[in-house]
């Protein structure tokens, strides 16, 4: 259930109109409605913002709650999101493996990431893949 409003949330931009203003929207200086859509840019993750993503991803599949979210933030960089299991286990060459989506968000601007997971050594889950998420 969380997984389906995390992919219905990223895949379009939310408003209402209502004399004249929308959900996140305001108006500026020339009277233009300004909405509160992603930009074109997406943010660029550093190394470190992938260690906290990583970290709480790891977190969350080692808990192993159906529809649980970690979140994550980097005080270094102001950067946050949180990681969402994906579906259900399956097996990868004998190991448990599990994808993810994580969110990013850096100032103003949010992009998703696409990992892959596999149980390591004492239950812990180990990263494979963090990557930027294409919708396909």
Same mark, same amino acid.
């Given at each position: 259930?969380?997984?389906?409003?995390? @992919?219905? $949330? =990223?895949?379009?931009?939310? /408003?209402?109109?209502?004399?004249?203003?929308?959900? !996140?929207?305001? +108006?500026?200086? %020339?009277?233009?409605?300004?909405?509160? /859509? @992603? *930009?074109?840019?997406?943010? #660029?993750?550093?190394?470190?913002?992938? $260690? !906290?993503?990583?970290?709480?991803?790891? %977190?969350?599949?080692?808990?192993?709650? +159906?529809?649980?979210?970690?979140?994550?933030?980097?005080? &270094?960089?102001? $950067?946050?999101?949180?990681? *969402?299991?994906?579906?259900?286990?399956?097996?990868?060459?004998?190991?448990?493996?599990? %994808?993810?989506?994580? =969110?990013? #968000?850096?100032?103003?601007? &949010?992009?998703?990431?696409?990992? $892959?997971?596999? +149980?390591?050594?004492?239950?812990?889950?180990? @990263?494979?893949?963090? +990557?930027?998420?294409?919708?396909?």
């Amino acid at each position: 259930m969380v997984t389906l409003f995390l @992919i219905g $949330a =990223s895949s379009g931009a939310c /408003s209402f109109s209502r004399d004249g203003g929308g959900f !996140f929207s305001s +108006k500026g200086d %020339d009277g233009e409605v300004v909405t509160g /859509s @992603i *930009t074109g840019q997406e943010p #660029v993750p550093t190394e470190s913002d992938l $260690a !906290f993503a990583r970290t709480a991803a790891s %977190d969350v599949l080692t808990k192993g709650d +159906k529809d649980t979210s970690q979140p994550w933030q980097n005080p &270094e960089t102001g $950067a946050r999101g949180s990681v *969402t299991p994906l579906a259900q286990a399956y097996s990868n060459e004998g190991r448990t493996c599990r %994808d993810f989506l994580a =969110s990013y #968000v850096n100032g103003r601007t &949010e992009s998703w990431l696409q990992g $892959a997971a596999c +149980k390591a050594g004492h239950g812990r889950w180990e @990263i494979h893949t963090l +990557k930027p998420w294409r919708r396909g």
